[in-house]
Structure formats: structure tokens, C-alpha cells
């Protein structure tokens, strides 16, 4: 006959104040979630469920999309802005070189 093996357990409420053995294991049936402890934390450490992780891997992904959206816009932006700098800066050199041309026709007609 195999052997049964019967892990500690209890509701949410029962593990906050509990401080396991270090490397104990129990079960939270509130959360239905094993429990870690390591002698000194009242409550123990949860591990995460399969359901919780991917939904935490689900949510840096979408994090993560957004802030590549966010770049993209910000560089288009960037690229837009030194186009219009560049376009300013075309015309400046234009006027200047035709004040200059003004003025040497100026002083020619003396």
C-alpha cells in the first residue's frame, strides 16, 4: 500500500500568524496555494500559482508593448522636429545670404 503523506494546512487567516519551521511546507485553503517558510516570517512565502504567472507575464508584455508604442511616437516626433530645425535653419542661410547680396548692391550703387 503506498504511503500518504499529509501537509500542514489551514485558512488565510491562520497563516498570517503562523511562523513554520524553516523549510516547512503547509497549504493555504483560503488561496489554495502552497506556503514556504523559513523560521522567522509569520505568514510564510506564497508561491505564485500558474494562473497568477502567467497572467503577471501577460501584463509586463502588454507594459512592454506600450512602452515601445510610446518610443516609436517619440522618435517619429524627434525626427520631425530636427526635419523642421532643418528646414528653418535652410531658410535662415537663404535670408542671410540675400541681406548680404542686398547690401553689396548697395554699396555698389554707392
Known amino acids: ?6 501537509i500542514r494546512r489551514g485558512n488565510n487567516a491562520s497563516h498570517l500568524t503562523f511562523t513554520g519551521a524553516e523549510g ?8 489554495d496555494t502552497l506556503v514556504v517558510h523559513d523560521g522567522s516570517t509569520a505568514g510564510g512565502i506564497p508561491l505564485a500559482k500558474e494562473s ?6 501577460a501584463a509586463a ?14 522618435n517619429t516626433a524627434s525626427t520631425t ?8 535653419n535652410t531658410a535662415s542661410t537663404t535670408a542671410s545670404a540675400a541681406e548680404g547680396n542686398a547690401l553689396a548692391f548697395a ?3 554707392g
Open 24 to 31: 516547512e511546507i503547509t497549504v493555504d485553503t483560503d488561496k
Open 52 to 57: 497568477y504567472a502567467n497572467a503577471s507575464f
Open 61 to 74: 508584455n502588454t507594459a512592454s508593448t506600450t512602452a515601445s508604442a510610446a518610443f516609436n511616437a517619440a
Open 107 to 109: 554699396i555698389a550703387l
Open 1 to 6: 500500500m503506498a504511503t500518504q503523506v499529509q
Open 81 to 88: 522636429a530636427n526635419a523642421a530645425f532643418d528646414a528653418a
